[in-house]
């Protein structure tokens, strides 16, 4: 036993000796001479195989960390490595002395061919150069090449901000050859699935990062067809900053305004500071939510939020002002009853004067017609009998004022008598009338009782609508997605 372990050291140390050994017999003068000769008969503007299959260039990114979204300008901002693997026969060298692969500094990149990528959809790219440039160059002997580098890039995300602040978000990086069609150079994600990767560690203040994806596409263009690769990253906002600063606020601000339901109506003054505090302050928010949104022509979740909340207050404003109005109107019909009571009072004691004057009028004019009868008329004797027992004649009901009585006329049966005239309309009964109370059917304090009751419903039942129809709309599936935690 102790024999074996000796000679596995044994081989171990032969081993490391050797490799030190093929480690020293490379001559850096070698090293500078083999780049040298690269360059002999070697053209940088030509691609490698011209005129032959197209450079099948290799790609894969690994993000380093996300610094920023932003919603007002349609971009995110983020850092990562990005390498690029291709081959040039050209630089291919023998590997007979143990050297398989050259590392050589950023400069050499400037002495050979290189792919032409750019990012279609990029703002603005920078390359780090603390403390020196931040990229390498490595050619093995079999003329495969390895070109790494960090870059920072602001790409443009065009965002669909319906469901705002319930949303989620695709950006993607669009990597293409800015000259070479698909006859010369073809993009391909190296590692396949795994060409892409997502630092575990990135996070966002208002966003998650669910997971990423990555595609490859055919761009048909009118100068040709060109290779692109899709790196997208998929994001969800996170909702407790505008829970915390919109949402609870404005429900607070709503319910606030429900406290002139319960002041005195006479209390003009505290009412309407109240209501005209509670709407400022809702235009005041929506304004400072808004400012750092982009200018959409299309309503957001949150819009309608602050919309209907805006609408509330408002309408608890107007609420005092319907109550104020039917106040007034109700006071003034009392007040314009009051008074038609009061003139018909004196009309009516002016038309009980006037009936006792032609009462003795009509008891004069019937004296002088029976007059005109014979003592032995059977109407006259029974007119005295009458008059001589106590009866007293009904009063017509139209006074002789307003029409002149008839000419005697001979009856059938020889008596004369006045025509009949017709019964005038009955004056009017105070006691059918009453005072008036309410408009419309209305009263001042049915409004209130009504407003107390109905605005808490209005809004609890918005709040329930509005919270399930965007929890079940606002959800988002994506194939293909590689999720975070799983990467």
Not at 195 to 208: C, G, I, K, R, T
Request: charged content about 20%; proline content about 6%.
């Amino acid at each position: 036993m102790i024999f074996f372990l000796f000679f596995i050291q044994l081989v171990i140390c032969v081993c490391a000796f050797n490799e030190t050994r093929s480690s020293r017999d490379v001559n850096p003068i070698q090293v500078s001479s083999l780049l040298k000769s690269f360059q002999v008969g070697y053209d940088k503007r030509v691609r490698p195989n011209y005129g032959q299959e197209p450079v099948q260039v290799g790609v894969s990114l690994y993000v380093l960390s996300i610094s920023e979204i932003s919603e007002k300008f349609m971009d995110y901002t983020f850092d990562m490595y990005f390498r690029q693997f291709w081959r040039d026969e050209r630089l291919k060298f023998s590997n007979k002395d143990g050297l398989e692969k050259l590392v050589v500094g950023a400069d050499y990149v400037n002495l050979i061919w290189v792919p032409d990528t750019f990012f279609v959809n990029e703002k603005v790219a920078s390359f780090h150069q603390a403390t020196q440039e931040n990229q390498f160059l490595r050619i093995t002997y079999l003329g495969e090449i390895l070109r790494s580098m960090r870059l920072t890039v602001k790409a443009t995300c065009p965002m669909d901000l319906t469901h705002f602040p319930m949303d989620s978000q695709l950006c993607t990086l669009e990597v293409e050859s800015y000259g070479y069609t698909m006859a010369d150079l073809v993009y391909d994600w190296k590692e396949g699935k795994a060409s892409v990767e997502v630092s575990p560690h990135v996070s966002l203040p208002e966003f998650f990062v669910v997971g990423y994806r990555q595609r490859r596409v055919l761009e048909v263009l009118s100068s040709g067809n060109y290779s692109r690769l899709c790196a997208d990253i998929l994001f969800t906002r996170s909702m407790g900053y505008y829970i915390i600063q919109v949402y609870v606020p404005s429900s607070l601000i709503v319910c606030m305004s429900w406290v002139s339901f319960y002041l005195d109506r006479a209390s003009a003054p505290a009412r309407v500071g109240l209501g005209v505090t509670t709407v400022l302050t809702m235009v005041t928010l929506m304004g400072a939510v808004n400012r750092s949104l982009p200018k959409i022509s299309y309503m957001k979740a949150l819009d309608i939020y602050l919309a209907v909340c805006f609408f509330m207050v408002f309408g608890a404003l107007l609420e005092y002002a319907v109550v104020s109005y039917t106040g007034k109107r109700i006071k003034l019909h009392q007040l314009q009853f009051q008074e038609f009571k009061k003139r018909v009072e004196s009309m009516r004691e002016e038309y009980n004067k006037e009936k006792e004057e032609e009462t003795l009028v009509i008891e004069e004019d019937d004296q002088d017609h029976w007059n005109l009868h014979s003592e032995f008329c059977p109407h006259k004797m029974q007119y005295e009998k009458r008059k001589f027992s106590g009866y007293q004649r009904p009063l017509p009901h139209t006074p002789p004022s307003y029409l002149p009585l008839s000419p005697p006329l001979l009856s059938h049966e020889g008596s004369m008598r006045r025509k009949p005239t017709p019964d005038p309309p009955q004056p009017c009964k105070l006691t059918d009338l009453t005072e008036p109370t309410t408009l419309f059917g209305f009263r001042a304090s049915d409004i209130e009782r009504y407003a107390r009751l109905l605005f808490p419903i209005i809004f609890l039942t918005f709040h329930l609508m509005y919270w399930s129809i965007l929890i079940s709309i606002s959800s988002v599936n994506i194939e293909d997605i590689i999720p975070l935690a799983e990467a």
